[in-house]
Nanobody
Framework: QVRLVESGGGLVQPGGSLRLSCTAS????????MRWYRQAPGNQREWVAL???????NYADSVKGRFTISRDNAKNTVYLQMNSLKPEDTAVYYC????????WGQGTQVTVSS
């Protein structure tokens, strides 16, 4: 059974940083594209970043230059380093894998506020 578990969220001031982690189990992690999404209250879930099995990355325009996605295949873990955080980054952040069914983690709350 595939399971994704996120961690690392919290409350941070504008301009601060957080690093999210997502650990996968029950699948061949290294071969799969991993994605981060987020959902703010009242908004649809939106894609944030992805990383391929080979390490290629892509980002939504809203986070480009501030967020960095990476992975450690030995630990079955994908990371999202978030710098220069803004209040509009406040959301629940989810990791995702498609193999080919969609699997999501439980989410981790990120709140950017002074």
């Amino acid at each position: 059974q595939v399971r994704l578990v996120e961690s690392g969220g919290g409350l941070v001031q504008p301009g601060g940083s957080l690093r999210l982690s997502c650990t996968a189990s029950g699948t061949i992690f290294s071969a799969n594209v991993m994605r981060w999404y987020r959902q703010a209250p009242g908004n649809q879930r939106e894609w944030v970043a992805l990383i391929t099995g080979g390490g290629s990355t892509n980002y939504a325009d809203s986070v480009k230059g501030r967020f960095t996605i990476s992975r450690d295949n030995a630990k079955n873990t994908v990371y999202l380093q978030m710098n220069s955080l803004k209040p509009e980054d406040t959301a629940v952040y989810y990791c995702h894998i498609r193999i080919p069914a969609d699997y999501w983690g439980q989410g981790t709350q990120v709140t950017v506020s002074s």
